[in-house]
């Protein structure tokens, strides 16, 4: 068989771009020539950087069959095989190789054929790779939205462009800082730190990155500095009890009544049902709660098991309620949407003042409410369906503050009446 048919039968078509596959001669073709000079400055880095490491297309000779660098001089004609399809290379050694680094480049299979220590992952594309692979069908709903905001609004705007190999501890230590200094909490920023931890912790298993820096226990979260109150002093909280049938609607008047008077959290008062109500012993089962899924409502159970609970209603709410009946299955309203809610909230703070806080800020001024009237602690952690304590203390600095202010107050006008009846007597 002639040496011309021989060479012609080994090639296969590979339905690539003509521009890879070498004329009859053995010689690069004139389009591939050009497009190698014309070739994107990235293209031309990555080959070179391969240029100068023989452990990266060559590692396994089976995938890049006989790209070596031996006998620089010689013109030889070599095949690569990718994903099972044949590509023939002609050239000396160090032009065979460069020529397979572009071609791969060009496939979009360089990163796929480097050793892993060599390849890159920027953060945002592994870290929601991770979330669908190992989170989506194994986490609550509420959970892994959590995780999706978390992902989103906070580690992918900072890390998602950063190769995983460069988030160092130095850059972690960054990220925490930048978290005090928006007001995010200290349990916030942990909860961010656990998710890092968690996708990098995988990563080390798949040996993309050596270290876990999320890990070192040198890092430290601060403390913020808090510009504006997020509670209602006890003067604040009454007050805006005394304005709740200001509201112009009935849902409004219902909903901020229920964040006042019980402690529930946001989405349990949106979750909650007239059914779960029983006017005749004044009591409230609290068993579901409303999330969102971008804007739509997702019921589900409390955020914690200690969420199930049945808290005791107090007379003005129950009478608020009687008073602003409606014909719906749920309390506040009837299919809620974030939207709404959002507009419900702003409505509210135009209508009364509420002192710039939020829902989430009334049931920390409840907590710290009913602290001051003396019940115990225990009991104000089981009707609020709190699961641990640590929360429990942060809300309670709240009320220690507000008890250290009213105690100055009160000094403050003992030492007053003291100089007064001083004076008194030293005038007769």
Do not use: C
């Not at 048919?5 to 010689?27: C, F, N, P, Q």
């Not at 990098?200 to 876990?212: G, I």
């Not at 710290?368 to 009707?383: C, F, V």
């Amino acid at each position: 068989m002639d040496e011309n048919r021989k060479y012609t039968r080994s090639r296969i078509d590979t339905g690539v771009k003509k521009d890879y596959l070498e004329d009859e001669r053995g010689h690069i073709g004139q389009n591939q020539k050009a497009e190698t000079e014309n070739r994107p400055a990235q293209a031309r880095s990555k080959a070179e950087n391969l240029e100068n490491s023989t452990d990266s297309l060559v590692a396994n000779s089976q995938i890049v069959e006989g790209v070596y660098l031996n006998e620089p001089g010689v013109v030889k004609r070599e095949r690569i095989n990718i994903d099972g399809q044949t590509y023939w290379m002609t050239g000396t050694a160090q032009q065979r190789y460069m020529r397979g680094a572009l071609l791969l480049y060009k496939l979009g299979k360089l990163n796929e054929y480097l050793p892993k220590e060599e390849q890159r992952h920027d953060f945002a594309g592994y870290a929601l790779d991770w979330l669908e692979t190992y989170k989506v069908k194994t986490l609550r709903h509420t959970t892994l939205a959590q995780y999706k905001s978390i992902l989103n609004r906070h580690l992918i705007p900072y890390f998602g462009e950063m190769d995983l190999k460069e988030i160092a501890t130095a850059s972690i230590q960054d990220f925490l800082n930048q978290k005090v200094e928006e007001g995010y909490a200290q349990k916030s920023i942990r909860e961010y730190r656990r998710l890092l931890e968690m996708i990098l912790d995988s990563a080390v298993q798949d040996e993309y990155v050596r270290l876990n820096h999320a890990q070192d226990r040198r890092l430290r979260i601060g403390t913020r500095k808090k510009n504006e109150r997020n509670y209602l002093t006890d003067e604040q909280y009454m007050d805006v009890i005394a304005h709740i049938t200001d509201l112009s609607s009935p849902s409004d008047r219902r909903y901020l009544a229920l964040l006042l008077f019980t402690g529930m959290r946001r989405g349990e008062v949106l979750g909650l049902r007239w059914s779960d109500i029983n006017f005749q012993d004044n009591s409230i089962y609290i068993h579901n709660a409303i999330t969102f899924d971008g804007n739509a409502p997702v019921e589900g159970p409390t955020k914690t098991e200690k969420g199930t609970r049945t808290v005791i209603m107090p007379e003005m709410l129950k009478q608020i309620l009687l008073d602003n009946p409606e014909d719906s299955e749920f309390v506040v309203k009837d299919g809620v949407t974030s939207s709404y809610v959002k507009r419900m909230w702003e409505r509210i703070k135009r209508e009364i003042n509420v002192y710039n806080v939020t829902p989430h800020g009334i049931r920390h001024s409840w907590a710290s409410h009913m602290n001051r009237l003396g019940i115990n602690q225990k009991a104000i952690q089981t009707a609020g369906g709190w699961a641990d304590e640590e929360t429990m203390r942060e809300i309670y600095t709240h009320s220690d503050h507000e008890d250290l202010r009213l105690a100055t107050e009160m000094f403050d006008r003992s030492m007053q009446a003291t100089t007064n009846q001083h004076e008194s007597s030293q005038a007769g």
